[in-house]
């Protein structure tokens, strides 16, 4: 990992960041010691599921930057540096979570144990831009590793509402920190018909093992941009990241179950032993909302689910979804981030939190089964 500002591994576990004078190298690599090992709670499983929850949830619900008073999509990574873990996070936020339109910005943080958060100084990395073709917001965002090429690829979903922009980015970083957007965006142009489909969203990315990116979208037959009543997964080839390859059929299609009938809002894929494992967030309803004077639907009653693969290509969902983790009847869910630790899978999920009155992330782990081990 190369930072422009130096990361300090102190006595205790202690991450900060240091000296932005000169270039400071780390290499990161898989986590050798399992993250929760370091977590200050333990996990309790969950009732007849491979599920587990950190007992002290949420560990990340902003860092107290003003810029970013009002957090949107999150991103996980975990890496073992220099013998311990670390955990390093990225996180879209505006001064204020009622206006659609206003200024964004990008930032990241560090952590030693995964709920003590120390955010880069010279935050906000990324920032809206007047006239730009995501200057009026940027969401969706996730994060990935792709060791083949020794860079953090970013993808999100940019809009520019005056011009009708609705578009799907993608940025890389060397170290995390220092991004950069590529010079094709957007790469997807999520407000065209594409042979008779209509985009709802660009939902999640996942590094390939041998290089390249899978990309997974959003859409449905008919319908407008914001209005497609179902939203179906698609799944892309991404040989360079300029140009994806969308497949025609569906990866994952809706319903007829009623936890996700209305579609697929947010997805995050790993492959652990011969298993490629989609934590999805699926929703029943949409909901019409007016903010700043324009109208949308919304994705409502979200809940966490699960669909496995030993192709990647077809999937077939899990017979106990929705998976039981969501906090409230209604179903808050509005994120997930996976990453598989040794013979675990890490997830990080937004979620609502009543005591906060707000969403915050909560980290939770999965145990696939063991035959499907490394």
């Not at 040989?239 to 809706?254: K, M, T, V, Y």
């Not at 949308?296 to 983790?325: C, E, F």
Request: one cysteine or more.
């Amino acid at each position: 990992m190369h930072l422009d500002c130096k990361l300090s591994i102190a006595f205790g576990l202690l991450l900060t960041w240091s000296g932005c004078s000169k270039e400071y190298e780390i290499i990161p690599t898989a986590p050798e010691v399992d993250p929760g090992a370091v977590m200050e709670c333990p996990f309790t499983p969950i009732s007849d599921t491979k599920m587990s929850v950190y007992d002290c949830n949420p560990v990340f619900d902003g860092t107290g930057e003003s810029w970013g008073e009002s957090v949107g999509s999150v991103g996980f990574y975990a890496n073992s540096v220099l013998g311990h873990s670390f955990y390093q996070i990225w996180y879209s936020g505006s001064e204020d979570s009622d206006e659609i339109g206003g200024d964004w910005g990008v930032g990241t943080a560090i952590s030693s144990n995964g709920t003590d958060w120390e955010p880069h100084p010279e935050n906000p990395l990324l920032e809206s831009i007047e006239d730009a073709w995501n200057q009026d917001g940027m969401s969706a965002m996730q994060v990935v590793r792709d060791s083949a090429k020794d860079q953090y690829v970013m993808a999100y979903q940019g809009y520019l509402l005056d011009e009708g922009i609705l578009g799907l980015g993608v940025a890389t970083s060397s170290d995390g920190v220092r991004w950069e957007q590529h010079e094709d965006n957007p790469v997807v142009d999520l407000s065209a018909d594409h042979d008779g489909l209509n985009w709802c969203w660009p939902l999640g990315i996942a590094a390939n093992e041998r290089g390249g990116i899978t990309g997974y979208l959003g859409g449905g037959e008919s319908g407008s941009t914001f209005g497609t009543p179902v939203c179906n997964v698609y799944r892309a080839q991404v040989s360079d990241l300029s140009d994806w390859d969308i497949l025609d059929d569906p990866a994952l299609e809706a319903g007829p179950e009623s936890y996700d009938q209305a579609g697929v809002s947010a997805a995050s894929v790993v492959k652990a032993g011969d298993t490629h494992y989609m934590f999805y967030v699926g929703f029943s309803d949409w909901e019409p909302i007016s903010i700043g004077g324009f109208d949308y639907i919304v994705p409502t009653n979200q809940t966490l689910n699960l669909a496995t693969s030993t192709s990647g290509i077809s999937w077939t969902k899990h017979p106990d979804n929705p998976l039981p983790v969501h906090l409230t009847p209604e179903g808050n869910v509005t994120g997930v981030a996976a990453q598989v630790v040794d013979t675990r899978i890490h997830l990080w999920i937004t979620d609502e939190y009543e005591e906060l009155g707000r969403s915050a992330v909560g980290y939770y782990y999965y145990e696939p089964e063991i035959a499907d081990h490394p």
